[in-house]
């Protein structure tokens, strides 16, 4: 899916051992590495993949789809909760208590039952097509989080096996001058 969206992501951003290394040992000729700015514009990178990921999910919306989010976020707040819930106690009172003689929906309150019935069976598929498009676009971060922790490890193994060796380098320095 990330492919899809990003078609040179891995040319620009995948990093390796191999890599690595051999930028570490270019770097050893022409001076000190700078293992902070190096991991920064990593960071960089995916942090501008992640809004890239954004941009790509809520451009070219359909109206049909900024509604569906649109009511999926107002269907799905604690404003919209209490809101109906002062609407069905008001329905509630008008018919119950104020309309005694002619309410326009008497006790068992069939039409608000109606009511709500229609605005769950609408609301219903909306919202839950605003969620596989969240779904969606949650996949391709999380992907992309993936790659970067695979980046992160292969980057840590290099480490580790760069400070591995400069432990050898060292013990054969000790033995060299006498040491141990």
């Known amino acids: 899916m990330i492919r899809k969206v990003f078609k040179d992501l891995g040319k620009e951003s995948e990093i390796r051992e191999s890599d690595l290394r051999s930028v570490l040992r270019k770097k050893a000729l022409n001076g000190p590495l700078d293992i902070l700015a190096v991991l920064k514009k990593e960071i960089s990178r995916v942090e501008l993949n992640l809004q890239k990921i954004d941009q790509y999910y809520r451009q070219n919306l359909r109206f049909s789809q900024r509604l569906s989010d649109r009511i ?12 109906f819930f002062v609407f069905l106690v008001i329905w509630m009172i ?12 008497p006790y068992p309150f069939i039409l608000l039952n109606l009511i709500l019935s229609t605005l769950a069976a609408v609301q219903a598929p909306i919202i839950l097509m605003s969620q596989n498009r ?20 292969h980057v840590d193994q290099g480490s580790h ?13 000790k033995k060299k001058i006498g040491l141990k």
Do not use: Y
């Open 94 to 105: 008008i018919n119950g208590i104020i309309l005694v003689n002619r309410p326009f929906d």
């Open 134 to 153: 969240a779904a969606k676009r949650d996949q391709a971060r999380m992907e992309i989080d993936l790659e970067k922790d695979l980046r992160d490890l």
């Open 161 to 173: 096996e760069i400070l591995l060796e400069l432990r050898k380098d060292m013990d054969l320095v």
């Open 72 to 83: 999926a976020e107002v269907g799905g707040s604690w404003t919209f909760i209490i809101s």
